[in-house]
């Protein structure tokens, strides 16, 4: 299993960035996938996640700016961000997992999640 992030970069607040995770080794409609960040001193946190049949959930402080969509035939994993804010930067992560998930505010935390890539790092300036 194999996840390659891309898209992060540097944006003023307000702006919009896209990430994309291409995934390999497994078929991403069939793992649960995730996106999840960490600002430096503090914990991993969930964003956002995507089902196996396509449902999704979102940590409150993203909701209505954040989505989370998944190309199944290329296997790549999405994540659009608009109206970012300074509180958004972090590196970010895409995840994987073949447990079966569910739409709910507990799959959010990272320790469901066993595949990881590598991070891109996304910077918001004031």
């Known amino acids: 299993v194999q996840l390659v992030e891309s898209g992060g970069g540097s944006v003023q607040a307000g702006g919009s960035l896209a990430l994309s995770c291409a995934a390999s080794?497994?078929?991403?409609?069939?793992?649960?996938m995730g996106w999840f960040r960490q600002a430096p001193g503090k914990e991993r946190e969930g964003v956002a996640i995507i089902t196996r049949g396509g449902g999704t959930i979102y940590v409150d402080s993203v909701k209505g700016r954040f989505t989370i969509s998944q190309d199944r035939a290329k296997n790549i994993l999405h994540l659009q961000m608009n109206t970012l804010k300074p509180e958004d930067t972090a590196m970010y992560f895409c995840?994987?997992?073949?447990?079966?998930?569910?739409?709910?505010?507990?799959?959010?935390?990272?320790?469901?999640?066993?595949?990881w890539g590598q991070g891109t790092q996304v910077t918001v300036a004031s």
């Open positions: 080794g497994f078929t991403g409609s069939s793992y649960c």
């Open positions: 995840a994987a997992t073949a447990r079966y998930c569910w739409a709910i505010p507990s799959m959010l935390r990272p320790s469901n999640f066993g595949f």
